[in-house]
């Protein structure tokens, strides 16, 4: 706010609005002056805003001659407006730069380990094989999502400057003049008109740092359901004391998705107030703009800490590659079996293909009898020799487009390096 109200004031000097030593005396104390934010907010209480006393000890504090120029023009919600995006930029340069960390992150294990063969799952059951390369490039495609989506948000963040109505009328013809000049002191964009009322760009950030959580709380969840001991294809990285249980010393329990996930749940309750706010009263709204400061302030925590929190969980995650090299030796052939059923159907037909696969299935479960020996006493053997289908029950081949894949967020990555 201090920031806000002495960028307003050397761009009234500038334009010759207010006295060039005042302007000078303000921005002093703005970058001096100790006030108490606790004293600030309990007599803030009585007009609603913090911006009302923050105006009244400049000016008690430089005296009638230049105290009475400060604020000169705005109103109180131009000051906290433009404090909020300041905020906003400045917590969003730090959470973009850890979601570059993230991405930068996934880019390593996407490269390290796309021959890293493992069993994927579909709606947590074994699907096909795939490999924990790209596993890793999907994170790491939508690590990189999120960062363009928030860059987009706060590319144009606006200043905001209207006096009490959005007219300007306070500074008269000056007003554009100085509008444009405290825009360029500050760095920020200049609006088209005051948007008081007008809430959408705010919400488009609420909307970015939610994704940014979620995207976060996506990518340790994936790593807590691999840490499951049952399980156990990757970990959380493992330091002294992280993870352990008040109960159990043989625990190891994947902390950051916890956390990461907790504050994703919360941010996308947030993102729900400041969406309401959109809907707003005339020119200036009655506790709409209210309902933004607090919770504008937990959603920067919260998706800021979320994504630093997935950023060290995956910079330092263990991968246990032999197992899941067995788990997808465990699972055996019928891991393939949508491959099957596809080759049987272009040499037999869909019918006939459906028929030997589902029956060698219930022959694998029902009388633990291998897949491959199950599809031959079904008669897969009439259409697919031997030599055929044991090379068809390699999981290594059958891997479609995965390298391809990788290879396209990897780029993608490349180009987001900028952002």
Request: net charge negative; aromatic share 4%.
């Amino acid at each position: 706010m201090l920031e806000a109200e002495a960028a307003l004031a050397r761009a009234e000097a500038v334009v010759g609005v207010i006295p060039a030593d005042a302007a000078t005396q303000i921005a002093a104390f703005a970058a001096d002056g100790q006030l108490d934010p606790v004293a600030l907010g309990r007599v803030a209480r009585a007009s609603g805003n913090p911006v009302i006393p923050l105006v009244e000890e400049i000016r008690a504090a430089l005296g009638e001659e230049a105290g009475q120029w400060a604020h000169w023009g705005a109103t109180s919600q131009d000051i906290l407006d433009t404090a909020a995006v300041l905020v906003t930029r400045s917590c969003t340069t730090v959470i973009r730069r850890d979601l570059g960390s993230l991405a930068d992150s996934c880019a390593k294990l996407a490269r390290r380990h796309r021959n890293t063969l493992m069993i994927g799952r579909s709606l947590l059951q074994p699907a096909l094989p795939t490999t924990f390369g790209l596993k890793a490039a999907g994170w790491l495609s939508g690590a990189d999502a999120a960062r363009r989506q928030l860059a987009d948000a706060v590319q144009d963040l606006p200043l905001q400057l209207g006096g009490a109505v959005g007219t300007l009328a306070s500074l008269g013809e000056d007003g554009p003049a100085v509008l444009t000049a405290m825009a360029q002191t500050l760095q920020l964009a200049e609006p088209a008109l005051p948007w008081h009322t007008q809430r959408q760009r705010i919400a488009e950030v609420a909307g970015a740092l939610t994704v940014a959580a979620g995207t976060a709380a996506k990518i340790t969840y994936d790593i807590a359901l691999l840490m499951q001991s049952e399980v156990a294809e990757a970990s959380e990285p493992g330091k002294p004391k992280r993870g352990g249980s008040s109960t159990l010393p043989q625990k190891r329990n994947p902390v950051s998705a916890a956390t990461v996930g907790g504050a994703a749940r919360r941010a996308t309750a947030l993102a729900a107030v400041i969406h309401g706010v959109l809907v707003q009263e005339h020119e200036r709204g009655v506790g709409n703009w209210h309902a933004e400061w607090s919770t504008l302030t937990e959603l920067l925590q919260l998706s800021g800490g979320a994504v630093a929190g997935a950023a060290e969980c995956i910079f330092g995650v263990e991968v246990h590659e032999h197992t899941m090299t067995e788990h997808l030796a465990d699972a055996g052939s019928s891991l393939l079996a949508e491959r099957f059923t596809l080759e049987l159907t272009r040499r037999a037909g869909r019918a006939t293909a459906v028929s030997v696969v589902t029956q060698a299935l219930a022959s694998t479960t029902t009388d633990g009898v291998d897949f491959l020996d199950a599809l031959v006493g079904a008669g897969a053997i009439k259409w697919i020799s031997h030599d055929e289908l044991k090379e068809l029950s390699d999981p290594s081949t059958y891997l479609g487009s995965s390298n391809i894949f990788i290879d396209r967020a990897l780029a993608a990555h490349e180009q987001c390096l900028g952002l």
